[in-house]
């Protein structure tokens, strides 16, 4: 089992920023691409973002593209998202999750591993 801790969600107005971390344990960090993935009330989840094993892969959600920013230490199993200029679109839950699949990141079904999820709201 691979477990995940996702932290750093809150309450944020709308241009400002945000940093999500994922801490993994469990088992060894660089076997899995990690994504992250988001879900608002009332709509079905989304990908947003992922990165490969070793970073050098960095994938992303057409609606994120040049606003948030994907990074892995895997010295310190984490996995961080760097979000700004947010937007009241970007309210959701956002998971972090793991996959040892290659490729076809944006496919939720590809992820093994799921965090809890963190909380983001951004008022408008």
């Known amino acids: 089992q691979l477990q995940l801790v996702e932290s750093g969600g809150g309450l944020v107005q709308a241009g400002g920023s945000l940093r999500l971390s994922c801490v993994a344990s469990?088992?060894?960090?660089?076997?899995?691409?990690m994504g992250w993935f988001r879900q608002a009330p009332g709509k079905e989840s989304e990908f947003v973002a992922a990165?490969?094993?070793?970073?050098?892969?960095?994938y992303y959600a057409d609606s994120v593209k040049g606003r948030f920013t994907i990074s892995r230490d895997n010295a310190k199993n984490t996995v961080s998202l760097q979000m700004s200029s947010l937007k009241p679109e970007d309210t959701a839950v956002y998971y972090c999750?793991?996959?040892?699949?290659?490729?076809?990141?944006?496919?939720?079904?590809?992820?093994?591993?799921w965090g809890q999820g963190t909380q983001v709201t951004v008022s408008s």
């Open positions: 999750a793991a996959t040892d699949y290659y490729g076809d990141y944006g496919a939720r079904g590809r992820y093994k591993y």
């Open positions: 469990g088992r060894t960090f660089t076997r899995y691409a």
């Open positions: 990165i490969t094993w070793s970073g050098a892969g960095r």
